[in-house]
């Protein structure tokens, strides 16, 4: 491929005709329509860039998706180059994924989609074991070593059709002259889309997670190139922060989290134990100070959260609970209407949300204290 210097780079003039106002943006219809590659075409990205300082924000089949409005004329359009040879190393990479998968395995690809983070491949089997995934990335990375030359050429339709051997049938609503894509002594097949000119442009190829879906197949998830490149400097970065946290080597990390995570738990099961103990010193002290309201005594506890759901043990019939962290409250009671009193509250302020049954319930959002004791007395003396 061509090193690329400047992000972006003068393709040639537009010609505005239409511009109108969408719910993201502003949709331009323009001439001619095939600077642009469309979103979605063939599962690849569309193009980026820019008309004029409009910037491109999706190109559809109708029109062009820009952040401000564009009058009527001419204008120059730069495309992201960049983000071109991005895809290109994203889209042949797939290419090259799916042909060992079907050549070697007999793996046909049924679904292939493109993401500004990952792509994704859908094998059609549920059953591909770790050590074939393994291949399956180690013959990759063997294609892009041995820097093989594609080939990109245009054949009339009828001569198309006539070529043997192809990974995926030509589709029947392809009509016109049809453009191939060849690694060749890996893969043939017809594509629209970009492609590098060499395997050794991809650089590297990773698999980063996969997962059955629809019960038949495996969801296969894979950067290339720079991608690649940027996820191992990142995983590298969080080693080291880890190491460095735990006071190890970057293979003792599992070991460390996993000694760590024990202790967290045993010292949350000696915190609610302690909690337990506590709380029932605490519910005496807050049933003391609490004020009778007609025939219910309200409780308020705005503290700890472990405290909180022990506290519920200590009420009687005559009780409402309500306790708070973090503008997330709890309203627990016998012989009240818990679910009546929540839709009261949010009538009374509009800013809050919740709901529950006659017993308990849950609400949320800024509310003071003061406040919500006021509005729990008014429900009650209504």
Do not use: W
Request: glycine letters at 8%; a negative charge.
């Amino acid at each position: 491929g061509i090193e690329i210097v400047e992000k972006y780079h003068l393709s040639q003039q537009y010609t505005v005709e239409n511009c109108e106002k969408i719910k993201n943006g502003y949709l331009v219809e323009v001439e001619p329509k095939d600077i642009l590659y469309i979103d979605g075409k063939g599962g690849q990205l569309g193009d980026r860039g820019k008309i004029e300082e409009a910037q491109i924000l999706e190109v559809k089949e109708s029109g062009v998706v820009v952040d401000r409005e564009l009058e009527y004329g001419e204008y120059e359009v730069k495309i992201d180059y960049i983000r071109q040879k991005d895809i290109a190393c994203q889209h042949t990479a797939q290419h090259m994924f799916s042909a060992i998968a079907y050549n070697d395995y007999k793996l046909n690809t049924v679904g292939f989609r493109m993401a500004e983070e990952y792509t994704t491949v859908d094998l059609d089997s549920n059953e591909i074991t770790e050590e074939v995934i393994e291949e399956l990335e180690r013959k990759a990375n063997e294609v892009i070593k041995k820097a093989i030359q594609l080939k990109i050429f245009i054949m009339n339709n009828e001569e198309a059709r006539k070529i043997e051997g192809l990974r995926k049938a030509i589709k029947e609503k392809v009509v016109g002259d049809v453009r191939f894509v060849e690694i060749p002594g890996v893969d043939l097949g017809a594509c629209a889309g970009f492609h590098v000119e060499n395997t050794k442009d991809i650089q590297l190829f990773k698999i980063i997670n996969h997962e059955k879906i629809k019960g038949n197949y495996i969801r296969f998830y894979f950067l290339a190139g720079e991608r690649a490149l940027k996820d191992y400097s990142f995983k590298h970065k969080l080693s080291k922060d880890l190491c460095h946290v735990f006071s190890c080597k970057d293979y003792e990390i599992m070991e460390m989290l996993d000694k760590t995570l024990d202790e967290k738990k045993k010292i949350e099961s000696e915190y609610k134990n302690l909690a337990s103990q506590y709380v029932e010193f605490l519910a005496n002290k807050l049933l003391k100070e609490s004020e009778i309201v007609g025939e219910y005594q309200p409780i308020f506890y705005f503290g700890d959260s472990t405290v909180a759901q022990f506290l519920g043990k200590f009420m009687g019939e005559k009780n409402i609970l309500i306790t708070g962290f973090n503008n997330n409250f709890s309203i627990i009671a016998q012989n009240f209407n818990c679910k009546d009193f929540i839709q009261y509250l949010v009538k009374e302020k509009s800013t809050l949300k919740g709901g529950g049954n006659q017993i308990k319930g849950n609400f949320k959002g800024d509310i003071e204290e003061k406040k919500l004791k006021k509005l729990l007395v008014e429900y009650i003396e209504r």
